[in-house]
């Protein structure tokens, strides 16, 4: 008995000495879509500060798939030694029960929560060419030929899809869905006019929005943002029923340790309380997460009640992955 407890005293020992001297190596963040995507650009924003507080590189390792399943199940896997984290969001830890019924992790168990990195108001927007010049225009375009419209997405749980699936519901329409490793390269294909339309994070879309490389009808929140002014709510363009903000947040595998999660969790904090930092996300149409809605706990609380509001949602406009 006498030795079990000494061996235990000398495990609790050694995890408390690794946590204190935590990190000692590179850390990666997994982000689960393409490079050059909402989650990706907020991935490198908050990442790029975190080093600096960590006194470690936070290096991003993109792992696309499967509407972002694929990358958080091999973060929810890693060992849960502080060295892998990941950047997960509304639809990877909000819609993916619902989706896939296979799903390999529990976005309400699997994860150690760590903190929201940015809110993301979604918007909706077109190739230049696309014949509707307003939202109006662009709703009763696609109630008589949605058949013939092509929308992209990030796979089936993105962000991009149950908001677009979302949109799709309220409007009455049946486009036909393309399914990208990313909105990143989904922006490249509605920028070379190859693609119809997408709802998408604004972090994503507001540079070619403001660079007038494509179209954006309306913003799918109750307030206009300030990184795009003259850009609509879908209120205000006339159409009800379809407001929606993402959210991107950090994780780290379920069983790592609250010292390491703290000094994270702080890391994380310290980054959205740094001028150049929320400069970054707010020029972006990014919204940063106000103090009560940083904490790991109201984290973990998002995330029950995300799973709980998009389950009925989804499984009633029969989206499913399988
Ligand atoms: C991305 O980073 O590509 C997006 O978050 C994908 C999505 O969820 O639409």
Redesign the pocket.
């Known amino acids: 008995m006498k030795k079990i407890a000494l061996t235990l005293a000398a495990i609790g020992l050694a995890t408390a000495a690794q946590a204190q001297t935590y990190p000692q190596r590179p850390i990666t963040m997994i982000v689960p879509?393409?490079a050059g995507?909402?989650?990706?650009v907020i991935a490198r924003i908050v990442g790029d500060h975190m080093s600096r507080t960590l006194g470690q590189q936070i290096v991003i390792e993109n792992v696309a798939g499967a509407g972002?399943t694929t990358g958080i199940t091999r973060a929810a896997q890693a060992q849960a030694d502080g060295y892998t984290i990941m950047m997960g969001?509304m639809?990877t830890h909000g819609a993916a029960p619902a989706l896939y019924p296979n799903l390999k992790y529990d976005p309400t168990k699997d994860f150690a929560p760590i903190g929201l990195a940015a809110g993301t108001p979604i918007v909706i927007v077109a190739k230049k060419d696309f014949p509707a010049n307003d939202l109006k225009g662009f709703v009763d375009y696609m109630k008589t030929n949605g058949e013939k419209v092509n929308m992209a997405?990030?796979g089936v749980g993105?962000?991009?899809?149950m908001t677009g699936i979302f949109f799709n519901a309220v409007v009455k329409t049946k486009p036909t869905m393309v399914a990208y490793r990313?909105?990143?390269p989904a922006l490249n294909d509605l920028m070379a006019n190859t693609v119809d339309y997408m709802t998408?994070?604004i972090v994503n879309v507001a540079p070619q929005i403001q660079g007038g490389n494509i179209k954006a009808f309306a913003i799918a929140t109750a307030e206009r943002s300030p990184a795009l002014p003259n850009l609509p709510t879908t209120k205000e363009a006339g159409l009800d029923g379809f407001e929606v903000s993402a959210w991107n947040a950090v994780f780290a595998p379920k069983g790592t340790s609250p010292e390491i999660a703290k000094k994270l969790s702080d890391a994380l904090v310290k980054a959205l309380d740094d001028e150049s930092t929320r400069k970054r996300l707010l020029d972006l149409g990014g919204v940063i997460p106000s103090g009560a809605e940083r904490s790991p706990e109201a984290l973990q609380k998002l995330v029950e009640s995300e799973v709980a509001r998009w389950t009925p949602v989804l499984k009633a406009a029969g989206a499913t992955a399988e």
Not at 158 to 161: C, D, F, I, W, Y
């Open positions: 879509f393409a995507g909402p989650t990706d972002g969001h639809g997405h990030a993105s962000v991009s899809h990313g909105t990143g998408d994070q």
